[in-house]
Nanobody, 128 residues
């Protein structure tokens, strides 16, 4: 089991960049695939992207592909979300999540129900 703490959110202008960090407690971080999700009021949590346990592969939602990059440093128990060319529609609370299940399809990793541990979220606001 890990506990997750996000940081790095804030208020930025459209076109700017921001990097979110998510640091995990515990010594088993490298066993978890890690996802990023976001949520706006009144809407369901939306998949942003995920990264494999070793960090060799990443997958993204179409809405952020080419602008956002996920990476991880297992030695630091940290996963990052680099967000470039931010748009007002990227405004949301961003959550990192950890999962350790045996999933048999790529699409399963896009679902919030495939993740076991969640951070508290960090607000990202992009002004136009």
């Amino acid at each position: 089991q890990v506990q997750l703490v996000e940081s790095g959110g804030g208020l930025v202008q459209a076109g700017s960049s921001l990097r979110l960090s998510c640091t995990a407690s515990g010594r088993t971080f490298s066993r978890y695939y890690m996802g990023w999700f976001r949520q706006t009021p009144g809407k369901e949590r939306e998949f942003v992207g995920w990264i494999t346990t070793g960090g060799s592969s990443t997958y993204y939602a179409d809405s952020v592909k080419g602008r956002f990059t996920i990476s991880r440093d297992n030695a630091k128990n940290t996963v990052y979300l680099q967000m470039n060319s931010l748009k007002p529609e990227d405004t949301a609370v961003y959550y990192c999540a950890a999962g350790a299940r045996s999933l048999y399809s790529l699409s399963a990793y896009y679902s919030s129900s495939s993740y076991d541990e969640w951070g508290q979220g960090t607000q990202v606001t992009v002004s136009s």
